[in-house]
């Protein structure tokens, strides 16, 4: 049987753990968490309280579930937690930065003309900076790179019609 993969919020959602768990048998299963596989054996009593025996060593918790959340009693502490499987987890998270790879082209968004040449082929970018600038219905655009690398390659000069989607350079 596969693994599941789930993230648990702690602290209020400030806190990431990711766990794989995988079913062994009924009501046994293997928690992966920061690496460390153990044997978990879970036996449900009566309205939220759970046996667990975790490898060697046994635990009895009480579940007080809130919302989206559940409220984790074992002995004298309570840990407030949420347990999100990755599809979830993903689309709680703000967006990340996404990194592209490999030689990517830059192209012309509309139809204009190239107003400047920014970077020449062989000098260094970074993310973000600009690689030329291409005018259009009296606007300048600064076609910028997706990423850290070098221009390989400037298929357009000053002054040159351009239409959109045109390949204007490549970075890589």
């Known amino acids: 049987m596969t693994a599941t993969t789930y993230?648990?919020?702690?602290?209020?959602?400030?806190?990431?753990?990711?766990?794989r768990v995988k079913r062994i048998a009924p009501g046994v299963y293997g928690v992966t968490l920061r690496g460390v596989t153990r044997r978990v054996d879970a036996f449900p009593h009566d309205?939220?309280?759970?046996?667990?025996?975790?490898?060697?060593?046994?635990?009895?918790?009480?579940?007080?579930?809130?919302?989206?959340?559940?409220?984790?009693?074992?002995?004298?502490?309570?840990?407030?937690?949420?347990?999100?499987d990755e599809r979830r987890a993903r689309m709680r998270r703000p967006p990340g930065k996404?990194?592209?790879?490999?030689?990517?082209e830059l192209s012309a968004r509309v139809s204009g003309r190239v107003a400047a040449i920014l970077r020449a082929p062989g000098e260094a970018v970074r993310e973000g900076d600009?690689?030329?600038?291409?005018?259009?219905?009296?606007?300048?655009?600064?076609?910028r790179?997706?990423?850290?690398?070098k221009v390989v390659e400037v298929a357009v000069s000053v002054g040159h019609s351009v239409?959109?989607?045109?390949?204007?350079?490549?970075?890589?």
């Open 163 to 172: 239409e959109g989607g045109a390949v204007l350079a490549i970075v890589d």
């Open 145 to 149: 790179s997706p990423k850290d690398g």
């Open 47 to 84: 309205h939220g309280t759970i046996s667990l025996l975790v490898d060697a060593e046994s635990y009895s918790v009480q579940l007080d579930e809130r919302g989206n959340g559940v409220r984790v009693h074992l002995r004298d502490s309570v840990f407030p937690i949420e347990i999100l």
């Open 98 to 104: 996404l990194t592209a790879e490999g030689r990517l």
């Open 7 to 19: 993230v648990a919020l702690l602290d209020g959602g400030k806190r990431e753990e990711t766990l």
């Open 130 to 143: 600009g690689v030329l600038v291409v005018e259009a219905m009296g606007m300048e655009n600064e076609v």
